[in-house]
């Protein structure tokens, strides 16, 4: 069983395309097709947290402090991998592989998670 992840809208379609390749059975829900597109990343999260999703999100500053927030508040967080948007898509295509395919559920609860791995 993989991942179940959310994908924020920020984040590159050239890297959800190659990781739909390579994990055939991804389960991932762009924000902007699961009307809430356009929402604060507060809502994000929620929705994420009530989807129990992992967040994917190129933002790595202002989203992580929200999640950060949920956590210190007591709310379901399922996670967030917070990616820098300057990684080669290579790379972060690798990292992403090995966190869905190789995470039990729930093992990312009230954790953000930095890429690259390394």
Not at 29 to 39: C, E, F, L, N
Not at 43 to 66: C, G, P, Q
Request: glycine share 4%; charged share 25%.
């Amino acid at each position: 069983m993989t991942l179940k992840v959310a994908v924020d809208e920020n984040f590159n379609n050239d890297i959800l395309r190659a990781l739909f390749r390579r994990v055939a059975t991804l389960d991932a829900v762009r924000i902007q097709d699961s009307g809430i597109a356009g929402a604060d990343d507060a809502t994000v999260l929620a929705w994420a947290a009530s989807e129990n999703r992992v967040l994917l999100t190129h933002d790595v500053t202002t989203i992580t402090k929200f999640a950060y927030a949920r956590v210190a508040r007591g709310e379901a967080m399922p996670g967030v991998f917070a990616v820098a948007a300057t990684l080669p898509v290579r790379q972060v295509v690798e990292d992403l592989v090995l966190l869905v395919e190789c995470s039990e559920p729930n093992e990312w609860e009230h954790q953000v998670r930095f890429l690259p791995l390394r």
